[in-house]
């Protein structure tokens, strides 16, 4: 399975998606300020992992680049951007891990959920790429598959570096058995994740 997820995608999703591009457009470009605002928020709350920090910058920029281009898009096509709607997948994700711990283990939790969210986005962008009808988008979405499946590893990498490797690897795999659950209810919605 790519990415190591445990559930694929429903491909009955990307016929929503084909009939609702406007709403996956918006709900694509609020995906990438999140992922732009949780890299930040990790240098906020762990400064002084350096390693972590410097990368955190560049995502930031990349991650903003990526709104960018998806703004343009919405913009190309006559659309505006909507207002900002609950993420229903990563709402559902969040409850997983305990709440308090030790700084570590919150930013090990906190790396394992970017981790997940961008391993499911690359293989929803997958999809997009191969699936759509929409030549250019099919083009855009597999720009953007390539630097998300970098992603995924990055902080999957950080999370095995800053962690208890084997710890960190069992939490991974239940938050990937957790993770398939959740997609069972969903991939209804005309949403990256939902």
């Known amino acids: 399975m790519m990415l190591?997820?445990?559930?694929?995608?429903?491909p009955r999703w990307v016929n929503i998606a084909e009939k609702n591009l406007k709403e996956i457009l918006i709900d694509h470009a609020y995906?990438?300020?999140?992922?732009a605002s949780t890299a930040i928020s990790l240098?906020?709350?762990f400064p002084e992992f350096t390693e972590l920090t410097q990368a955190?910058?560049?995502?930031?920029?990349?991650e903003m680049s990526h709104f960018k281009m998806v703004h343009e898009e919405l913009l190309k096509r006559g659309?505006?951007?909507?207002?900002?709607?609950?993420?229903?997948?990563?709402?559902?994700l969040l409850k997983f891990f305990p709440k308090g711990g030790s700084r570590i283990d919150q930013m090990v939790h906190r790396l394992l959920y970017?981790?997940?969210?961008e391993a499911r986005s690359c293989e929803r962008f997958k999809l997009l790429s191969e699936e759509l009808n929409d030549k250019d988008l099919r083009i855009f979405y597999k720009k953007l598959m390539i630097s998300e499946a970098n992603h995924y590893t990055m902080f999957l990498n950080f999370a095995r570096q800053y962690g208890d490797?084997?710890?960190?690897?069992e939490?991974?795999?239940?938050?990937l058995e957790y993770e398939a659950k959740i997609m069972q209810d969903l991939s209804k919605k005309e949403s990256i994740h939902g």
Do not use: F, H, N
């Not at 995906?31 to 992922?35: R, V």
């Not at 970017?114 to 969210?117: G, P, W």
């Not at 490797?165 to 690897?169: C, G």
């Open 4 to 10: 190591g997820l445990k559930l694929p995608t429903d």
């Open 31 to 35: 995906c990438e300020q999140k992922a």
């Open 43 to 45: 240098i906020v709350s």
């Open 56 to 62: 955190m910058i560049d995502l930031v920029q990349e």
């Open 79 to 92: 659309y505006e951007m909507g207002r900002d709607r609950k993420d229903e997948y990563v709402l559902q």
């Open 114 to 117: 970017a981790a997940l969210i």
């Open 165 to 169: 490797r084997e710890q960190v690897d």
């Open 171 to 175: 939490k991974w795999q239940s938050l």
